[in-house]
């Protein structure tokens, strides 16, 4: 059995993918064809000659400009159902997809809008695929306190409907610590939460994350790595880490896939999962992940198990259906 015949056959949750981040060029295109939006290029070939980036923030300037394409409620169900139909052969049976309200509100996109073609496609997606799926909806942290309260605000009709509050965007200068009153509101209102922290930022913000914002899950946390306190903190409390190795590549958070740390992170105790984060951008989805990490650090098979099974213990999914996955 070649190694993504077994990858693609491990059933597995992914735990940190931006919706927004799964927008292909090709759709793109066709987006823009359909709402009359002008995008600055030529040709699908052009869109993917432009995704090289040395830092995170290379990468947000155009994943904020391709998401201008996504226009109406068909636009997002669109979006989303094509990451389902594309992840349904990745073995995925479980996804907690985040989504950016902020980056269409701001461009007067209404809420409702947004998450509702994203519900109607994940509810698409459980009677085709069999995938069951939730919301996390993400601030974005570039934008101010007030910013994200009143997206908080927006959310409320749909609270049932939303499993998580997570914390994206440029982490560099905008520290967990500036939604710690957000994230207290949101988990007034029975919500989860979760966060970006130590992919550029240093471990202190992971820190910031545990202890200021009472985060559920960790997204990314490459660099706790480099405090062994933290490290030690992380494996002691099972906190489950969304790591994605092709986006960490792509955004130079690795030199390169052999200097990748899944291993290292196993080896610590930690609950590692490995995820694609924005697929469309970092050139592959969650079992190119696992591939490239695998054929770079040399996992075994045991160590691939362990992965899938961590996606589902890290999952929000409740007890009883974790344990039917496992
Ligand atoms: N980091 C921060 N913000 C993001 C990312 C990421 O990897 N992907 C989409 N928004
Ligand atoms: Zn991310």
Redesign the pocket.
């Known amino acids: 059995m070649t190694m993504r015949a077994f990858i693609a056959g491990l059933p597995k949750a992914e735990l940190h993918l931006?919706i927004e981040?799964s927008l292909e060029p090709e759709l793109m295109f066709a987006l823009a064809r359909r709402n009359n939006i002008a995008i600055p290029f030529d040709s699908v070939e052009a869109v993917r000659a432009a995704y090289s980036f040395t830092r995170?923030q290379d990468f947000?300037d155009i994943?904020y400009q391709g998401a201008n394409v996504l226009i109406h409620s068909q636009d997002f169900h669109d979006l989303a159902a094509a990451y389902f139909d594309r992840v349904a052969q990745d073995g995925v049976v479980h996804a907690e997809i985040m989504f950016d309200p902020q980056t269409h509100t701001a461009r007067g996109i209404a809420f409702d809008t947004v998450i509702s073609g994203l519900l109607s496609a994940m509810e698409e997606a459980e009677a085709k695929h069999g995938i069951t799926s939730r919301l996390i909806m993400s601030f974005l942290r570039h934008l101010d306190e007030d910013d994200a309260f009143a997206t908080l605000e927006m959310a409320r009709p749909w609270l049932d409907r939303i499993e998580a509050v997570g914390l994206?965007?440029s982490?560099l200068g905008h520290p967990p610590e500036k939604f710690a009153r957000v994230f207290a509101a949101a988990r007034a209102l029975g919500l989860k939460s979760v966060a970006?922290a130590g992919?550029e930022g240093p471990p202190a913000y992971v820190v910031q994350a545990l202890d200021l914002l009472a985060i559920d899950r960790l997204d990314h946390g490459n660099r706790s790595l480099e405090d062994a306190a933290l490290t030690a903190r992380l494996a002691r409390t099972a906190m489950t880490l969304t790591v994605c190795p092709l986006?960490n590549l792509k955004?130079c958070v690795v030199d390169t896939m052999d200097d990748h740390p899944i291993d290292r992170m196993l080896r610590e105790g930690l609950r590692a999962t490995i995820n694609s984060?924005?697929p469309a951008y970092f050139g592959g989805y969650v079992a190119d992940n696992y591939i490239a990490a695998a054929e770079a650090r040399g996992l075994s098979k045991d160590d691939l198990v362990r992965l899938a099974r961590n996606s589902f213990l890290g999952s929000f999914l409740p007890d009883d259906v974790v344990a039917d996955h496992l």
């Open positions: 931006h981040g995170l947000l994943y994206d965007s982490e970006h992919e986006s955004l984060d924005d």
